[in-house]
């Protein structure tokens, strides 16, 4: 018998500007394009069906979407839109999707990198504060920020996970290279 759930295929994020958040991704994270499904030259996506279908509020259009690509994880969804005024992205106590994390080998680069691209980081780098994922002063993480707001999280377990006995699965952690 065959699963039906395989996995995360993808995040979807918002962004205001579609190369700015594109070159960002690039320079913190060395993402890829994997392609444009939507190009702004096409003309802007949007009337009733559309805002249906995506559950989007009246008058909004979408004029981009590009599909980027980080190490051998999920990919990344980028949407700009037009046409409505947007409200700034959650913060990590809000309802809902908050954040998102990437796995590094080396936070102390991972951190130039991020700050480089225009990010900004809450704080350092931290070890992780619980027993499961913390269990040694390798395994860490810190919260950032976009340029835009959107929340980030860079986290590192090397010395890995100390798994309870209830443990259901393993963590998705992306391969070594």
């Known amino acids: ?5 395989r996995g995360i295929d993808h995040i979807g994020v918002t962004v205001p500007d579609m190369e700015e958040a ?18 702004p030259e096409e003309g ?6 559309i805002e249906k279908i995506l559950g989007l509020k009246k008058g909004s259009e979408v004029v ?14 980028l949407f700009q839109y037009q046409g409505i005024d947007q409200r700034r992205p959650a913060n990590p106590d ?3 999707i908050q954040h998102f994390a990437v796995y590094v080998d080396n936070m102390e ?16 780098p931290t070890k992780i ?23 980030i999280e860079l986290i590192t377990y090397p010395n890995g996970i100390d798994y309870p006995n209830n443990s259901e699965a393993k963590r998705f952690t992306p391969p070594k290279r």
């Open 1 to 5: 018998m065959s699963n039906i759930i």
């Open 22 to 39: 594109t070159e960002f991704f690039r320079k913190a994270f060395d993402a890829k394009v994997v392609y444009d499904s939507k190009r």
């Open 44 to 49: 802007a996506m949007g009337g009733e069906e």
């Open 64 to 77: 981009h979407m590009r599909l980027v690509s980080i190490g051998e994880s999920i990919s990344i969804e």
């Open 94 to 96: 809000d309802l809902g």
């Open 109 to 124: 680069e991972a951190v130039t990198k991020f700050e480089q691209a225009g990010g900004y980081l809450f704080t350092k």
């Open 129 to 151: 504060l619980n027993e499961i994922e913390g269990n040694d002063e390798t395994n860490q993480f810190v919260y950032g920020s976009t340029p835009w707001e959107s929340v």
